[in-house]
């Protein structure tokens, strides 16, 4: 299967929850690769990499997040695929 990439920008409170963490363990664990990060506006923000089954499970799963996180919305759109290796945490942006 091809690997496709998707940037996402999750809203609503889903910092200081461990969203973060969540999402780099979720992504690792359906064998994704990229990043997440929070924002400055106290959304969070993530590229994530790998088979579009993994990649569609996971956006599924991004709506609901860890159980403090109370999610508004993901906004995704298709990005060009990197190739990276990893999935991880990067500095606020």
Same mark, same amino acid.
């Given at each position: 299967?091809? /690997? &496709?990439?998707?940037? !996402? +920008? &999750? +809203?609503? %409170?889903?910092?200081?929850?461990?969203?973060?963490?969540? +999402?780099?363990?979720?992504?690792?664990? !359906?064998? !994704?690769?990229?990043? #997440?990060?929070?924002? +400055?506006?106290?959304?969070?923000?993530?590229?994530?990499?790998?088979?579009?089954?993994?990649?569609? $499970?996971? !956006?599924?799963?991004? $709506?609901?997040? =860890?159980?403090?996180?109370?999610?508004?919305?993901?906004?995704?759109?298709?990005? =060009? #695929?990197?190739?990276?290796?990893?999935?991880? %945490? /990067? =500095?606020?942006?």
């Amino acid at each position: 299967m091809p /690997r &496709i990439a998707r940037h !996402l +920008t &999750i +809203t609503g %409170k889903v910092q200081g929850v461990w969203y973060r963490a969540w +999402t780099v363990e979720t992504a690792r664990s !359906l064998g !994704l690769a990229g990043w #997440v990060r929070n924002r +400055t506006d106290g959304s969070v923000e993530a590229v994530v990499e790998g088979d579009e089954s993994a990649v569609d $499970q996971f !956006l599924a799963l991004a $709506q609901h997040g =860890p159980a403090a996180a109370r999610v508004a919305a993901v906004e995704t759109e298709d990005v =060009p #695929v990197q190739n990276m290796s990893d999935f991880q %945490k /990067r =500095p606020t942006a």
